[in-house]
């Protein structure tokens, strides 16, 4: 049995249809990559997927669990974790705190802060922020708030954990820095769903690719695969202009 399985997942809002009979499964232990052009929807999917939005139509089972009409906090406590694309700690409080936070909502039942804040020491050494644990969250850097997401989110004890665009501003060498860090993460179980427009380091971690356009899914497949198809080479080239191939240059 799938991990995740998410059918039909369809968000209206008016009348834009930002995800479209989109299916997406994720096995146990898989890195998926979700990428599409800007506005395709995948963060609106993955909002689908964590309770944040109500799907117009379609539905997700996780680890066998119906998701309807769950509450994000109840999701997460199934060990379905995420990060978010604007990080927004709670600026005053150190770092351990914040990745605190999330351990002692964790669960049934709930560690006592002298062990949640262990945990965070734990997780802050997974992602390599033990030695800024005591500065207030508002001192960190960028790279360094994309690192605290996903500490937060490891703090869940997650199964999957799907990171939204977590490495985005960094540079060359940070994103190289990220994507080990990411594979450590994944050999210790933790399936990834991994939402970049830095496609060099979602091709290079992913088992699996999907591509949404315009809130559709237009491929899926091996991340070589991905790339050579047409229709995502067009989606990226910009579709709308394109008349198709073997037409009148302008
Ligand atoms: N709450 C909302 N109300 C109305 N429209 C929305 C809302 N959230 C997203 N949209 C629209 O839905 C579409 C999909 O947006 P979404 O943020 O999911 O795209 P994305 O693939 O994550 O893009 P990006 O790569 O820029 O983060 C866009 O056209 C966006 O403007
Ligand atoms: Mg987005």
Redesign the pocket.
Known sequence: MALLEGRGLTKL?GR?V?VDHVDLTVEPGEIVGLI?P???????LVNLITGLEAPTDGAVTFDGHPLRGRQPPAIARLGLARTF?IAQPFRTMTVRQNVAVPALFRGDPAPGVAAALREADAVLEIVGLGPKRDLPARALTTPDLRRLELAKALALRPRLMLLDEVMAGLTPTEVDAAMEMLRRINARGIALVVIE?VLRAVMGLSHRVVV?HHGRKIAEGAPAQVTAAPEVIRAYLGADQDAGPGSAPP
């Open positions: 809002f834009l930002a599409g800007n506005g395709a929807g995948k963060t609106t694309q427009h949404l």
